[in-house]
């Protein structure tokens, strides 16, 4: 059995493929933490988890049994660690490549499977939706050809993961960084970029450039308590 290691909704037409293509009986998919132990991995048989997407760490008792396969939207050994999306926005990047990778016991350093080029154009969650594309190639790529992950060559450069604070907009000057600050928190499960005053905290999704001076967006206004 194959396992799909995923509870965001992007990954719904991921499962729905690979399934189309395997067949329903060949793929699991694990999207509540409390199934995601190694009791349960045997119960079902598995033998290979793919993991799109999981903001929870990976247990040694399961990497080191089961073979997990994690895709990280960056060009590894570059971006290891948290919010890739977020951060390669901020640096500026207009591309990355999402990485598939042999989880081990440091962060991001497992042997690379493959690679595959992602624009990060649109919104976090169109980004997210057109990587789901990208991971359903790799995945049958890994599982067809049967790839084996070869060692990580290059620079080391980390991502420190952000948090809800840093959405603030209220310190951000130029207006193509403030787009780019509303779009890549444009999904849901993320804190959307907000700014606040003493009453009234406003958020916003849905940014369109119109020129070099204004942008339009949508705005959600939210009483304070």
């Given at each position: 059995m194959k396992?799909?290691?995923t509870n965001k909704s992007w990954h719904d037409s991921l499962f729905k493929n690979l399934e189309d293509k395997y067949g329903p009986d060949q793929w699991k998919r694990i999207s509540d933490i409390k199934l995601f132990n190694k009791e349960y991995l045997k119960s079902i048989s598995a033998k290979k988890i793919f993991i799109p997407h999981w903001s929870h760490v990976i247990p040694e008792e399961i990497f080191s049994e089961?073979?997990?396969?994690?895709?990280?939207?960056?060009?590894?050994?570059?971006?290891?660690?948290?919010?890739?999306?977020?951060?390669?926005?901020?640096?500026?990047?207009?591309?990355?490549?999402?990485?598939?990778?042999?989880?081990?016991?440091?962060?991001?350093?497992g042997p690379i499977y493959c690679k595959s080029e992602l624009s990060l154009k649109g919104t976090a969650r169109e980004i997210f939706e057109r990587s789901a594309e990208n991971i359903f190639k790799m995945i049958c790529d890994i599982d067809f050809q049967k790839i084996e992950p070869k060692k990580q060559i290059g620079k080391v450069i980390y991502f420190n993961r952000r948090n809800e604070n840093q959405s603030d907009l209220g310190l951000i000057e130029k207006?193509?960084?403030?787009?780019?600050?509303?779009?890549?928190?444009?999904?849901?499960?993320?804190?959307?970029?907000?700014?606040?005053?003493?009453?009234?905290?406003f958020k916003?999704?849905?940014?369109?450039?119109?020129?070099?001076?204004?942008?339009?967006?949508?705005?959600?206004?939210?009483?304070?308590?």
């Open positions: 396992v799909l290691l089961f073979q997990c396969i994690l895709f990280h939207m960056t060009d590894l050994p570059y971006g290891r660690g948290g919010s890739p999306l977020q951060n390669l926005i901020i640096k500026g990047h207009k591309k990355t490549k999402i990485s598939a990778i042999s989880v081990e016991r440091g962060i991001d350093e207006l193509d960084k403030m787009y780019d600050h509303i779009r890549m928190l444009d999904c849901e499960g993320y804190p959307n970029a907000f700014i606040e005053n003493e009453n009234f905290l916003f999704t849905n940014a369109k450039l119109i020129n070099e001076k204004e942008l339009k967006a949508d705005v959600r206004i939210i009483k304070k308590q």
